[in-house]
């Protein structure tokens, strides 16, 4: 018998899929508190998490029984992936799973943001009724920068060049045939696309290099009035700096979906009506769900299983 810990939020229908596999036991503690994870972990041959629980080398440790470690989504920043490897654990993410979920939120927050849409929402909910101050831009015509052109960075240079926008993409790891296939100019460095770019949107997984990417100095380089937008990871644009832009309208507006703490309940940014948040929900739309549900639960039963474990 395999015992399974779901210690976040997967699709119900993959949590039923999991309790009618044969030899296995799931507990589903959504929302569980670290202490209480570092208590039972030793108890588990498998965990299912998506971005919260962080999986490092204290949890593994304790982690005597465990195989494999299902990451029901994409960034595996929330794994210690070589302590994993270390202890034996198989790591297994689902990158292709909810990459169109992830592109349509970041479209979202762009075109939100452009057209004041959030502001202008809760406006008219206060009884009021104005048109001259909810003044946008169009996004046609303006060049949009793409940082990280991999599989959701793709999907939105496919999607907003039908908006009529002009694409510039940097990403030093990919053939210069990807960005011909894309659509997009090839930005030879980062302050290439810095200075080029109406609209910025980054699609990179975080890493040492990509934390901070938008810091004040790189901000210093952007053209005056750009519009920022991450729902990548948290922490790869720098909280304080974004803020500071904001204040001294260098940056026209910031929508994003993901946070330097998660979960969090201030943040240096709220005071800001032009920067609009939303609490890491990318993924979280009916068919990421189902898709990356079905496809961690077929990934932690075949680990458990002996057999091969597919990531894409
Ligand atoms: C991902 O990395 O795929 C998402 O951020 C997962 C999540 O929604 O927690």
Redesign the pocket.
Known sequence: MFKILVG?YIDDEAISHLKEAKDIKVDVKIGIKREEILDIIQDYDALIV???IKVDKELLDRAKNLKIVGR????VDNINIPEATAHGVIVANTPDS?TVS?CEIAIGLMIASARNIVSANNFIKSGKWEREIFVGNELFEKTLGIIGLGRIGSLMAKRMKAFGMNLIAYDPYISDEIFKRNGCKKANTLDELLKKSDVITIHTPKTNETINIINSENISKLKDGVRLVNAARGGLFNEEAVAEGLRSGKIASFGYDVHSVEPRSECVLYEFENAIATP?I???TYEAQRNVGTQVVKQVLNGLHGEIVETA
Do not use: P, W, Y
Not at 72 to 75: E, K, L, R
């Open positions: 976040e998506r971005s919260v029901a989504g994409n960034g909810n992830a890491h990318g993924a979280t």
